[in-house]
């Protein structure tokens, strides 16, 4: 059965007035339409809804009955297809899914929920690790926020840059290559380990390196930041990483850092999410709080 819902409308303002003529002059229409429209209604239903009383009209029991889910129907419709929703953080209930980068969760995901629960005490942050790739979750819009080093080739997933991040080499302290200034040479003489969800023993440092015509060795590829630097404090194995997201980690295992022997590019750091969410206001606050809270990474020390 195919049901105009334009008629719920019409039902709560007939229960609400007890007559078509209060219900049509509350909804602008005319006092015929009002009527053709409880007549659509008691087809529907199969009840009167509101019967003769002298020179008034009461409802049935079951209008009686329905009137307070009729009402809350209305309302909740309004507020679902209003242009401009206001946003009651205080009562937000929401589980919000942060597909984030390891070193960025590291990095900022204490921020970032504290933030939250600050703002809104009811909703609830998952953050699962980042797949670093475009994937089907990412196209149905199921992660709320992702992150990446590049834009999505997804045409419905919206980005925002939000840093760039420089390359720093970290080393254990009394590496031998903490020793004197750092060479190419010396740098790709030293043994390397990188940080790769796939595995990769290749990234753009080796790119750099062989346009010098260097090439370096590396022995590990590990899956995450944090992995890659507890590896390195315990070898003489040497990690190319970005600055700012792994500062706190470093500065935490007392690693050493270098700065890099040659030109290399900065990393930039974007947010990602789907396009449905964009006139989501929930969402509009969750990713304006990220973003505040990812660029103070990328801030100068306070003195």
Request: proline residues 7%.
């Amino acid at each position: 059965m195919q049901l105009d819902l334009n008629l719920l409308t019409a039902l709560d303002a007939l229960l609400e007035e007890g007559s078509v003529t209060g219900a049509a002059a509350r909804l602008h229409v005319t006092a015929p339409a009002m009527s053709r429209s409880l007549g659509r209604i008691r087809k529907v239903t199969g009840d009167q809804i509101l019967v003769r009383a002298g020179r008034g009209m009461l409802p049935t029991p079951r209008a009686l009955a329905m009137r307070a889910e009729v009402h809350a129907l209305v309302q909740q419709a309004h507020r679902l297809l209003s242009a401009r929703q206001s946003l009651d953080l205080a009562a937000l209930d929401r589980v919000f899914t942060v597909r984030w980068h390891d070193a960025l969760t590291a990095a900022c995901g204490t921020a970032l929920t504290r933030a939250v629960r600050e703002q809104a005490p009811g909703a609830r942050l998952r953050l699962s690790a980042e797949p670093g790739t475009d994937t089907p979750e990412s196209h149905r819009g199921e992660a709320d926020l992702e992150s990446s080093s590049g834009r999505s080739a997804l045409p419905d997933v919206r980005h925002r840059l939000v840093g760039r991040d420089r390359l720093v080499v970290a080393v254990r302290p009394g590496h031998p290559l903490a020793e004197g200034p750092v060479s190419p040479e010396r740098y790709a003489a030293a043994e390397h380990l990188t940080v790769s969800r796939r595995g990769s023993l290749r990234d753009s440092v080796d790119d750099a390196l062989a346009a010098r015509g260097l090439e370096r060795r590396v022995v590990a590829a590990g899956p995450t930041a944090a992995f890659a630097l507890r590896l390195v404090l315990d070898t003489d194995l040497v990690v190319t990483v970005p600055d700012a997201v792994t500062r706190e980690a470093r500065d935490h295992l007392g690693l050493l850092t270098l700065p890099t022997p040659l030109p290399l590019p900065d990393v930039p750091l974007y947010l990602l999410w789907h396009q449905r969410y964009d006139e989501d206001r929930a969402h509009i606050w969750l990713r304006d709080l990220a973003t505040e809270t990812v660029r103070a990474l990328f801030s100068p020390p306070s003195a």
